[in-house]
């Protein structure tokens, strides 16, 4: 019986953190995504502009 209750409590989220919303994943991958490209674009800006200006 202790066994049970304890794999139950473990599984639960603290009750500090409970009361915060947590977006889904997918909006933190998008987020990330788009913050390497956009990244790279600033970083590499002189080397992109010289393939279209060639």
């Given at each position: 019986?202790?066994?049970?209750?304890?794999e139950?409590?473990?599984?639960?989220?603290?009750s500090k953190?409970?009361?915060?919303?947590?977006?889904?994943?997918?909006y933190?991958v998008?987020a990330?995504?788009?913050?390497?490209?956009?990244g790279?674009?600033?970083?590499?800006?002189d080397?992109?502009?010289?393939?279209i200006?060639n």
């Amino acid at each position: 019986m202790e066994k049970k209750k304890s794999e139950t409590q473990e599984n639960k989220t603290p009750s500090k953190m409970a009361r915060i919303a947590w977006p889904k994943s997918i909006y933190g991958v998008i987020a990330a995504i788009i913050i390497i490209v956009l990244g790279n674009i600033i970083y590499y800006k002189d080397f992109l502009l010289s393939l279209i200006g060639n």
